[in-house]
Nanobody
């Protein structure tokens, strides 16, 4: 069971990036998928989550309206479209898979599987 996040890079403020989370060894549509990020010197924080049943999506306030999480079950991937990026979005981004959606989807403990991160740098 492996998860891999990719698609990070350097982007100017106001720009966009699309991150993807791919899996091997299991089917992502059977899991809730969360995106987390960790900036230097800070705790890892939940950013967004998508449910496994009806595709409900959840965001923290700092990214709501700018980030969009979505599934592509045919490709077994989950994406995070990030628009209107700000320097404070700079972080290593991780995807994670869990079985149960709860009101604490933004906490690390809600997920059982983690992928290696991808670095997003927002800078001019």
């Amino acid at each position: 069971v492996q998860l891999q996040a990719f698609g990070g890079g350097l982007v100017q403020p106001g720009g966009s990036l699309r991150l993807s989370c791919a899996a091997s060894g299991f089917t992502l549509e059977h899991y809730i998928i969360g995106w987390f990020r960790q900036a230097p010197g800070r705790e890892r924080e939940g950013v967004s989550c998508i449910s496994r049943s009806d595709g409900s999506t959840y965001y923290v306030d700092s990214v709501r309206g700018r980030f969009t999480i979505s599934r592509d079950n045919a490709k077994n991937t989950v994406s995070l479209q990030m628009d209107s990026l700000k320097p404070e979005d700079t972080a290593v981004y991780y995807c994670a898979a869990g079985l149960y959606l709860s009101s604490t989807w933004y906490r690390r403990g809600a997920y059982s599987y983690w992928g290696q991160g991808t670095l997003v740098t927002v800078s001019s």
